[in-house]
Structures are given as C-alpha cells and as structure tokens.
C-alpha cells in the first residue's frame, strides 16, 4: 500500500476536544428550562436553505495509522504501554483538531496482530520480537480512546502477506505460516498466503470474523495489497494451485476470480456477524488504462486489474463492498495518472451503485521531490475543491498519520481552513441499518466552569450529538449543510461559546441524526 513505494514506479506500473459533550434541546410542548436559557415556543423561523458544497453536511474524513514497520504507531518497537498509549492519544487529538472522523489503524499487517488473538502471533511492531506479548491487548484502548473523540475506527487488515521480512524461518512457533507451509508462496523476499486456496480464504475470514466479533469497531478495510505488485522475483508460483482450482479459466482470470471470491465472503461474514459494522477496500489508484480497456480511465500507469489483479470495479457492480478508497497518489496535471481524470472516473463506477466514494489523499508526497507539484502548499486543497463538483466523492482519507500531524508546507491547514471549517457527521449507508434516537429532552443552560453550559438527559441508542448554533436571522439550515454546525460531542453537556439560539440532535453508531431540539441563551 503507502509503504514507501515512489510515486513514479507506482504511476509508471472550532477544534473539538476530547471528551467533547453533546447539547440537547427541549422537546415538543416541554416547559422553559430555569436557568439564564429561554426556549422558544413559538414555530421556528422558516427559510428555503439550498446546501453549500463548504459545509457539507456528511462527510468522511480519514486518516490512515499504519503501524507496519513502525510508520506511524508505535513510533519504534519496545515502548512500555504508557508511551504507546500516550502516542496513539495524540495521534487521535491531531486528528480531531483538523475536523477529522475517522480513522483506520492497521491491526493486522503481515498475519499478525496487534490484539490477543489465538489465531496469530502478537505483531513484532509492538516488542520487536514476533510473537512476544506486550503485557496488554491494545485494541480495546485503540477503539475506546476513538470513540470517545467521535472518531470511527476501521480496523484495517492485509489480507495475503505472510511476512514482511523473509520466509517462514524467521516467523514464530505456531505463526499459520508455519503450521501450514503449503499455503504460501515465496516471492520477491516476502512470504505470502497463496489467494488460490481455500484454505487460505477460510483462515482470513476467521480472523476478520474474530476481530468483529470481539471488539466494538465501525469498519473492516483492506489495502491495495492482494496478489503482490510485481517485482524482481520472477513468477508467482501459485501453478499448483492453478492447476487443481483453475478449472478452465485463464491464470488472469482465476487469480481475479479468487480475489472476488474472498473479498465476498469476508462481506457476508462481516455483516452477519454485526450488520453496523462497514466494510471497504482502499485499491490502487488505476483500474485499467483506457489503451487495455474501454471502460479504463485515460491513464498509462500500471493496472490493478492486470498486475495484481484486483478488480474493485466488479467489487462495486456486485456490492461486495461498502465503500471504495483509491489511492490517488498523483497530483493535477501528472500526465501518467492526472488526478483530475481519474477522481471523476471513480465517481462513474459508483454512481447509482449505492458503494460509498471516498479518495485516498496523498499527504506522504507534500513536500517530496516526486513531482514539482507536490511543492506546492496548496496541491491537496486544490484536490478537495475539484471533488466538490462530483456529489459522488463522499470523503478523503490521508495516508498517513505521521504525514498529518507533521504538516509539510502547511498543507493540512490549507485542507482544514478551506474545506473543514466545520465538523461533518459521517455519510450513512443504508444497508448497515440504524436508526435515529429520540430528539433530545431535558435542555438546559446553566453555569459553566468557563461560562454558559449545554446540559440534557442522555438520548436511549446516542453515541455523539451534533450542535448547531443558528445565525441572528433565525434560519435554520441544519438538515441542508453543516455550516451552522459547531461542535459533535460525546457527552450530554456543551460549553457554550458565545450566546444564541442553539440546535441539538441526537446520532446513533451510524450517525442517523434525530430531529433538534431548540434553546436559546442570553
């Protein structure tokens, strides 16, 4: 995926604060609160609100903590638990501090993990050493500590690679690898499991089952990473397995096939598990090039479709996904892979699918001599403004967390101050289900540490609240855009900044949103 891989080659081939609460208003026919607040009984003030594309009302966006060869998190091997924790925390409050929602942390990079698991080895980016535990099971905390932020936590999983540094010698007592050799094939100095066999769609299955079923996370994602970019190992030698499966297909066309088929299964299997929980695939930027296929983008890098063989577009006709992030690590104007060609071309495949579009962004090449526009400060926020004329782009995802909080020329607070001035609430899919929570009741302001306070009773079914303060006008826009919007909260309490009148809703896991309630402060 983003693990070093030059951008050339590939081509070539407001701040809400943690803890943060949530502000209910009355409900219909409550009596007025006591207190410095005076609720409004008379009908709200109507206005024709048309949405403003600089306040989207859903919107994801991401960002991507890799912990495969320590890139993001832990920041090196052998920390003590409370470094780890504290790293990961600030991880998350840089996140929140640019209006990011979500976060995807590889809990899985080469059939590892960085859970207790009795399935796989303890990941050796915790110790140091495969297989050491590291005296606590990290993923409850991981999980925790984002929700409590109102971050959705994927838990992002690669699904063949057997290991990252060499063959099996060098993997613990008991690794899968180990305990069944005849699943893997050597190649280019790193051990995968062969996508040919059954057995080896079973095992991926059971563990991103046993993870969903386990701990309280939103979304299941993979990467880019399926059968291996091609290298300087020769052939894949999957021929054994070809020739007992193949069946008659093309090898192109199995390999595919066996893609298909896994990322399928693990789509039943996640959401029988838990239906709310998401799952999406993050596929390398090109699909095909329009020179090898019609349907292709107008592009000459290298296909995914050919070299790897991952075919996202099948994923997204059959449904098999939830959503789609593809990697467009290339810049406006990079003639192999223009991003202005290929965002829009992404937008076509999932139009009327109902699979969600969000763009992977690129935040590891500001700053990098890969291509003179990446010296650009502006470059991503220049992204983002072409993907507001595609209603189809329903979010971004920053690879990687590092690159985020370390913003190069300033290139995230151009992204935050020209397309996250506000908070976003995340895009629903409908086939997750979910249902919105009763308007909130119990509304009152009151005496803060530091000045006025939001409090309400907690909504039956709410994880996070949204709170919007009206403008002087009276209008209320609230259900267009997000650009009366101003904080989402995870507590029933909000300090009031400044006085008005004040909307607050309820949001369920999904962010189904209820209908407001209303106060307003002197």
Known sequence: ??????????????????????????????????????????????????????????????????????IDWPSKTGLTPERQRAEYVRILDGAVKRRLNAV????????????RSSLEPWSQYLTGTAGKDPGWDPLPFLVAEA?????????????????????AGKLPAG?????????????????????GLPQVREHVVKVVTDVVKRYDVDGVHFDDYFYPYPGQGGAFDDRAAFAKYGKGRSLADWRRRNVDTLVAEVDAAV???????????????????????????????????DSIYADARAWIKAGTVDYVIPQLYWPIGFKAADYKVLMPWWARQVKGTGVDLYIGQAAYQVGTPTDKAWSKPGELAAQLTLNRGHKQVGG??????KNVLDNPLGAMDRVVAGHYARPALLPLIKERGGDAPA?????KAGAGKEGAALTWTPSEGARAYAVYRLPASGADCHTEDARDLVALVTTPSFAVPKPGTYLVTALDRLQHESDAARVTVR
């Open 175 to 195: 690794h899968p690898a180990r305990e069944h050799p005849g699943w893997t094939v050597a190649y280019d100095g790193r051990l995968y499991f062969n996508p």
């Open 147 to 167: 929700h409590k932020r109102g971050l959705e936590f994927h838990a992002w999983f690669n699904p063949y690679r057997a290991s990252y540094d060499g063959g």
């Open 104 to 115: 995807f942390v590889q809990v899985r990079p080469a059939s590892d993990a960085l859970y």
């Open 396 to 401: 971004d995802v920053y690879f990687s967390a």
């Open 271 to 305: 959401h029988a598990a838990k239906k709310h929980v998401k799952f999406g695939i993050s596929p390398f930027g090109i699909w095909r090039n329009k020179a090898q296929d019609p349907a292709g983008s107008a592009t000459s890098g290298m296909s995914a479709y």
């Open 439 to 443: 308007t909130p009741v119990g509304l």
């Open 1 to 70: 995926m983003r693990t070093g891989r030059p951008l050339l080659a590939a081509a070539a081939l407001a701040v809400l604060t943690t803890g943060a609460a949530f502000v209910f208003g009355p409900g219909p026919g409550e009596p007025p609160a006591a207190g410095s607040a005076k609720k409004k009984t008379a009908a709200a003030p109507v206005a024709s609100c048309e949405a403003d594309a600089r306040y989207p009302k859903r919107q994801l966006r991401g960002v991507w903590i890799a912990t495969v060869k320590n």
